[in-house]
């Protein structure tokens, strides 16, 4: 088998197996199917010369381990995007021994557009018919044996989230590698018109004989459609020159026959009156169709989606809010407790005071504080957000902003990786990858920050509850979560607003169309939502945040307590910067915690907190009560507290997701550029708020 540079590096343990890759559209359950065959024994990482995530496998077909690769979802081998480049690469060039189509029961006919392009590449291919129990509850049937005739390879049907079909797959796939190739068997062609036939003749004239296992009608094809990339990684593979005699006269020949757009309409038009053939011959639909989702999308995506859309956020700020409090107090004395033991034997060992204090009342107390603040919220909040994406209703959301994201000439897709910001922005900017068009995901990276992190979310909460929310006890936990869902709406708007500048100044552009498909509602998988939401969301991000909070904690040690004539760092800097925290409606030790805080959003408020108290060490109030005596004690006010908010929901992104924008764009320019975008929006709001209200101080 011949592994080229577009495949991902298999490890050790699977060099010597089969491969098989494994292909499908998006949401047909395709990682489901991976997981299932593979499960434990997989492999994860980038492919080579691509920031696009692989996964690799290992699974048992009979008496051999097979090497399951897991490609990107991609709607069609006509690559838009990095994903959709890195399927179409691996199965045309990667050679794979056999390749497995997983396509969606109760959307036969769409599944099959793409099995026709992958039959093109790959002689040995099992399509894989998957959600099956859903079709039988929608009362779709399919005749797998008919299906199976007509398409000349094998066919099954599986439901991956209960096992269904799973072992006969694996059997399935055993015999399709152990079966000896037929030399005079040719890979699956689709039948086009005679005028687009004709145009073919030519190029295949001037082929060379030798294609390294590519069918010459296939390379044919794609070098007439216009399709450079993709010309250029043929040219490179076949050691060809598009641009020379005799394959350039063919080409020029080809195209006076048919243009090259109106030749690649027809093979789509083709390959689409295909499937609609066969899927009309092999699957029944019942004489009423179930119209469930229908209604639900009626709803959701109506008049009513976007209200819905904000009713949901809201109980889920609600939640996260009560949720988090208890955790978060019990967290803080666990630490307190193995605080006294951690200090006890530094002492014992007697550690010197300078390190003592370096290690427990830095490091350790900005660690604990992090982890306190951060984790509960981050519990809560993930598998919440992890239900509705496993439910289908993060696709809805995307469609009900999408208009709005078209009018800002920026990216539909674009809400999606706003979504994921609330998680973490630094995993909004990676998924930010998701957009095809340079322009429109560089807008969506340098606009991601505007909406709030889960980093951010205790610090608003705190502001909110002590200066803004009303009533008591429940009534007290609502208003909370209704203003931090206008302070969300806020930083929506200003997403945009300031998306649409940008299209229409440094980077301008028309917005482009994608295909967004809504996927049935489907029954969460709640142990595994919650297995991924934990491992895969909240202990990565909060893993990350403690690898920068860590020496935060020893830098803001060292800044409590050097001193320079008897004052500390910390407070020589924070009185320099008085009067350009007051300017703002702030102060010079507010502005100081958020230079602080860039490694970490969540310690912010501690930091002001310890510079407040006059203390060298972060310290944790035990209520809300003490904090707000605390800040009161300092000046704080509403308009204080107004301000706060502002600069929390409108600052420069945290440490990690500045490097993550830098590793995303390859460039300092726009990483400079994400960090004072959002950074002048907050001081310039702060400014203007802190202004009016002295302006009405002074008219009063």
């Not at 949401?27 to 024994?41: D, E, P, Q, R």
């Not at 078209?406 to 897709?413: F, P, S, V, W």
């Amino acid at each position: 088998m011949k592994i080229t540079a577009v495949s991902p590096l298999l490890p050790d343990c699977c060099t010597e197996n089969p491969v098989v890759a494994l292909a499908g559209m998006p949401n047909v359950g395709k990682s489901t199917v991976f997981n299932a065959l593979t499960g434990m024994h997989q492999h994860t990482g980038n492919w080579a010369g691509k920031t696009v995530s692989s996964a690799i496998g290992v699974t048992e077909c009979g008496v051999r381990s097979v090497t399951i690769v897991d490609l990107p979802g991609t709607y069609s081998l006509r690559a838009r995007s990095a994903e959709e480049a890195v399927a179409r690469d691996f199965l045309c060039f990667g050679h794979p021994d056999a390749a497995i189509v997983v396509c969606d029961a109760t959307c036969l006919e769409r599944g099959l557009t793409l099995l026709f392009q992958v039959m093109e590449t790959t002689p040995k291919v099992l399509l894989c018919v998957n959600l099956i129990d859903e079709a039988e509850k929608r009362g779709i049937s399919i005749d797998l044996n008919a299906l199976e005739s007509r398409l000349q390879i094998p066919v099954i049907a599986a439901a991956a989230r209960s096992g269904r079909g799973l072992t006969t797959l694996r059997e399935k796939l055993a015999d399709l590698l152990d079966c000896e190739p037929d030399p005079e068997q040719t890979l699956y062609t689709v039948t086009l018109p005679e005028r687009s036939e004709t145009a073919l003749s030519p190029i295949l004239d001037v082929l060379p004989s030798e294609l390294h296992g590519l069918s010459p009608r296939w390379v044919a094809m794609r070098l007439l459609e216009p399709e450079p990339e993709l010309h250029n990684q043929i040219a490179q593979y076949l050691s060809l020159s598009p641009s020379e005699p005799p394959l350039a006269d063919a080409l020029k020949q080809a195209s006076s026959i048919q243009s090259p757009e109106d030749f690649a309409d027809a093979v789509i038009t083709a390959i689409v009156q295909e499937s609609e053939s066969i899927s009309k011959q092999t699957v029944t639909l019942p004489a009423a169709p179930a119209a469930r989702d229908r209604k639900i999308d009626k709803i959701l995506t109506g008049k009513w989606g976007t209200p819905i859309m904000l009713l949901l956020l809201g109980i889920i700020l609600w939640i996260t809010i009560v949720g988090a409090n208890y955790p978060s107090t019990w967290l803080a004395t666990g630490f307190a407790k193995l605080q006294v033991g951690i200090s006890w034997l530094l002492e014992t060992i007697q550690t010197p005071q300078w390190l003592y204090g370096l290690l427990i009342d830095g490091i350790y107390t900005v660690l604990t504080c992090v982890i306190s603040v951060m984790l509960p919220p981050m519990a809560i909040f993930f598998p919440l957000f992890t239900l509705l994406e496993d439910f289908g209703y993060l696709p809805r959301v995307a469609f009900n902003l999408d208009k709005r994201f078209q009018k800002a000439c920026a990216c539909g897709k674009q809400s999606l990786t706003m979504c994921m910001g609330f998680g973490c922005n630094a995993a909004g900017v990676t998924g930010c990858r998701i957009i095809d068009s340079p322009r429109e995901r560089l807008i969506a990276i340098l606009t991601n920050n505007f909406v709030p992190c889960n980093g951010r979310f205790p610090t608003m909460i705190t502001c909110i509850t002590l200066f803004f929310a009303v009533g008591s006890g429940i009534c007290r936990t609502i208003s909370s979560a209704v203003i931090l869902l206008l302070l969300i709406l806020l930083g929506i708007f200003t997403t945009f607003g300031i998306s649409r500048l940008l299209s229409h100044t440094v980077l301008r552009g028309v917005p482009s169309s994608f295909t967004l498909e809504l996927p049935p509602y489907r029954k969460p998988q709640i142990g595994r939502v919650l297995v991924r939401s934990l491992f895969d969301r909240t202990i990565f991000v909060l893993g990350r945040a403690c690898c920068v909070a860590a020496p935060a904690g020893a830098i803001i040690w060292i800044f409590a307590n050097c001193t320079i004539d008897g004052q500390s760092l910390l407070t020589l800097c924070a009185n320099a910067l008085e009067p350009f925290g007051k300017w703002i409606g702030l102060d010079g030790t507010i502005v100081l915690a958020f230079l602080l805080g860039f490694p970490a959003n969540e310690i912010v408020l501690p930091i002001a907190l310890m510079q407040y108290t006059a203390g060298n060490t972060l310290i944790e109030m035990e209520n809300l009560t003490q904090i707000q005596t605390v800040l009161t004690q300092n000046g704080w006010t509403q308009i204080t507290a107004l301000c706060m908010l502002l600069m929390i929901l409108f600052h420069f992104p945290c440490s990690t997701t500045c490097l993550t924008i830098y590793k995303e764009t390859k460039s300092l320019r726009w990483t400079i550029a994400a960090f004072f975008i959002p950074t002048l929006i907050g001081i310039i709001l702060c400014a203007a708020v802190s202004g009016i209200f002295r302006l009405l101080c002074c008219i009063g």
